[in-house]
């Protein structure tokens, strides 16, 4: 009996230590660096909820630079040189860029026909860049536009 209770504690005490949580460092990746904003979020003026909120991000995807980390936070700067902190969950490493040029041509590939003009501040996913243009893709259009009208490319 005495066995029996040795080898079972021995077995669930050895337990832990083979599914023990592998701790895995996080990837350091270079700053600064291109993010986008995936979900509406305040930009706060320090790396904490008790800092007062100097801008809101209501209508992803943001492009944004980020300069550097803290903990969860990431400091970025915007389009406008607005410059805060954003909770990381809140980021993500897909490229985006916004347009800022007053108005520019989004092209067709095939023949650079333009389906349609962009104003301002409206913002998409880049999917590629060549031969100074970027694939961009914004809501239900996908095209090209010069990357001198582009703000976030890194």
């Known amino acids: 009996m005495n066995k029996i209770i040795l080898a079972f504690f021995l077995v669930f005490s050895l337990l832990p230590l083979t599914h023990a949580p592998v701790a895995v460092a996080e990837e350091k990746l270079t700053l600064p ?21 100097i801008a809101e991000f209501r209508a992803p995807p943001v492009p944004v630079i980020i300069t550097r980390e803290f903990q969860q936070w990431r400091e970025v700067t915007d389009v406008d040189g607005t410059k805060g902190w954003v909770l990381k969950l809140l980021l993500n490493n897909k490229q985006s860029a916004v347009i800022r040029s007053p108005i520019t041509a989004l092209l067709d590939d095939a023949n650079g026909r333009e389906i349609a003009q962009l104003k301002r501040g409206v913002a998409g996913y880049v999917n590629k860049c060549r031969d100074g243009f970027c694939q961009l893709t914004i809501q239900n259009y996908k095209g090209w536009v010069n990357m001198n009208d582009l703000w976030g490319l890194p």
């Open 33 to 53: 660096r291109p993010a986008t904003i995936k979900k509406p979020a305040n930009m706060r003026k320090g790396p904490g909820e008790e800092f007062p909120v």
